[in-house]
């Protein structure tokens, strides 16, 4: 499945021009407010008809502005999830959800209701109402309705914005196992280099209109630019649950042949997970310390170091077949005498990998 975007489109003076493909798994269009993020993603869904350009889906032409082809949003069988749940207040949980199945009768098939239900964790609240529920829950039940519609695409513009830490906690499980369970592909439109580093499959940079950078999600956020900043740069980890210690609330997350301690997460043995390291949060050592309370302490090698930018360097480090970025002064560097090819120690408090 794959979706293929060519379009420019102008709105008073701001215009959008982007030429993208996304395929199964989470692209993010990851850029600052006013960017041209959702007026990406409402041409894509057909909310918004662009000026020149062509869109496809599957090979499924939806726009063509030389043969002024062009698909409305209710024939796209695309599914979108809003910053605002959008539900019927009138309605159960239960019967917002049959709404979902109602539109997949229009078309054809539909998803598993029961399916659905146990994916996003809604059993026990379908007989709640809209007003009963939290912001967290009442995203999920978003997201259970595009779903039972039998989407071809799911389309998600900024879902969390409205949410607080709590309840983005609460959901950021669920969008998961969305991810890796759900067969369809997910355009997902963020401003939160956390939740992207989470989600996203490939990242799509969007800066006034244009895309300044793409590609996967490990490489796009271990690079300061104008719109991820070198506090929020880092390196993207997948990784697997190995072990738990539950007496210190502990887990062990092996990633290559890399042991990294996180605070517990509940999560069975073997889980698949992600873990976003800051740069600014590795430091480095040319032999193993002790006497300390951190504790990763990982054996690695200067890939490569990057050139110095306000005083700071970039130190890419292979860590047993996972790359790290450590950002250390252009004065350690000098001092430690560090240099591609060298033996250090990589050292990473456990409490700044909080998930």
């Known amino acids: 499945m794959s979706l293929e975007v060519d379009i420019r489109h102008r709105l008073g003076a701001f215009s959008v021009d982007a030429t993208f493909s996304a395929d199964k798994g989470v692209t993010a269009l990851f850029g600052r407010s006013g960017s041209g993020k959702t007026s990406l993603i409402n041409i894509i869904a057909g909310l918004l008809r662009p ?41 159960s949980v239960r019967h917002n959800l049959g709404y979902g199945r109602w539109l997949a009768r229009r078309s054809r098939g539909g998803a598993d209701f029961s399916r659905i239900v146990e994916l996003l964790g809604v059993g026990a609240l379908l007989d709640r109402a809209p007003a009963n529920l939290s912001g967290g829950e009442k995203q999920r039940i978003a997201i259970g309705r595009a779903l039972l519609s039998n ?44 939740e992207v580093a989470r989600l ?5 940079i969007l800066e006034n209109g244009r895309i300044s950078a793409s590609g996967d999600a490990a490489t796009i956020l271990s690079q300061p630019s104008s719109t991820i900043s070198r506090r929020e740069a880092g390196a993207v980890i997948d ?37 976003q390291i800051a740069a600014r949060d590795v430091m480095l050592a040319t032999s193993r ?16 170091i990057g050139e110095p930018a306000q005083g700071m360097v970039d130190v890419r480090l292979d860590c047993g077949g996972v790359t790290i970025v450590s950002r250390v ?6 001092m430690l005498g560090l240099h591609a090819g060298k033996p250090v120690h990589a050292i990473i408090k456990s409490v700044a990998l909080d998930l």
């Open 200 to 204: 996203a499959t490939k990242v799509i």
């Open 289 to 304: 310390p002790e006497g300390l309370s951190a504790l990763n302490i990982l054996p690695a090698t200067i890939i490569e």
């Open 51 to 91: 000026q020149s350009g062509r869109l496809s889906f599957n090979g499924d032409v939806l726009f063509d502005g030389d043969k002024r082809v062009f698909v409305p949003a209710h024939k796209r069988r695309f599914g979108y999830v809003f910053q605002e749940a959008r539900l019927f207040p009138h309605l």
């Open 151 to 194: 989407p071809r695409l799911l389309l998600m513009d900024e879902p969390m914005a409205a949410l607080d830490e709590d309840r983005k906690a609460e959901i950021l499980p669920y969008l998961e196992r969305l991810r890796d369970e759900a067969d369809i592909p997910i355009i997902y439109v963020s401003h939160s280099v956390a």
């Open 239 to 275: 990784g697997s649950v190995d072990e738990t210690d539950t007496e210190h609330q502990i887990t062990i997350v092996r990633a290559g042949k890399a042991e990294i301690r996180v605070p517990h997460l509940n999560a069975p043995i073997g889980k698949s997970v992600r873990l």
């Open 329 to 334: 002064t252009a004065l350690s560097r000098d």
